[in-house]
């Protein structure tokens, strides 16, 4: 569990505002989030970028940055989403900007393994667990399947496969939906020390085995590693509209295209290569030949 403890004051204040949020996009009651979470962010016009970025030794890549930009007196919101992680872990990571979006905490990078030592980003995990499952959901789920609000008498098996059949309606990570279930002491502490302790990852183990039993094409693509690059269509069309409109020149369109691994020519532009660029290419090729010899 994390080393920060959220008082009472702070977690009422994070269950409002999840509540409000959801309710305000039309997430009532039992309805879960999970892939319209991508939806949500395009409708809040909040530019995403997706990018793989791995790990460099045992220090792990960010999981997303929220960004601001002012461009003509108008301000520009970026998410910047690593998609080397896992799918489910990119969902999180999009709840969690949200909580930096909504509550106006400034630009933001974050590895969702920051909330041991910082306040903000344990409120913003919070807020993602919270926003994608509400407490009060949970409570009512576990209360209506096991006719008690304890867990602590149900065996592992079954509680591995309740945790799989949450993960693949809700999109949490397996190991966020543990912490869930400690946090509305549904589970004693050696439970969650472990069922935490489970490799989810293994797919060929026994809680993997069990996920693909339950929902084979859903628990799959939770823990799929993307590396989707990327910006939203409604995005690559502004690139290309600032192109049409003479805001950029060709160079500049090919080159932002190419970041998100797409060409021109796919969207029906085909540049010619000038007399005066072939000029240059010749001059570089024999520049290099020169120095070869």
Known sequence: MSK???DEFELEEIRKLARDERQAL????????ANDIFTIIENLNIKL???PIESEGEKPAFSAALMYSEEGGEELVFIGLNTADHFDKQVFALAHELYHFYTKTGSHLSRLEDEENNLVEAKANRFAAEFLLPESVLESIVLTEFKKSSLQEVQTKTLLRFIARLQCTWWLPYRSLVKRLKEIEAISDSQYTQLYAVNERNLEGEYGRLGQAINREIFLKLNAITSNIGLSPKDIEVIIRN???NIIDEDKFSDTLHLFHKTPDEFG???TITDEDMDEFDDFFKEESDNES
């Open 49 to 51: 970028l997706e990018y």
């Open 243 to 245: 192109f049409e409109d």
């Open 269 to 271: 532009y085909e540049f």
């Open 26 to 33: 039309g997430f009532v009651g039992e309805t879960p989030i």
């Open 4 to 6: 920060i403890t959220l």
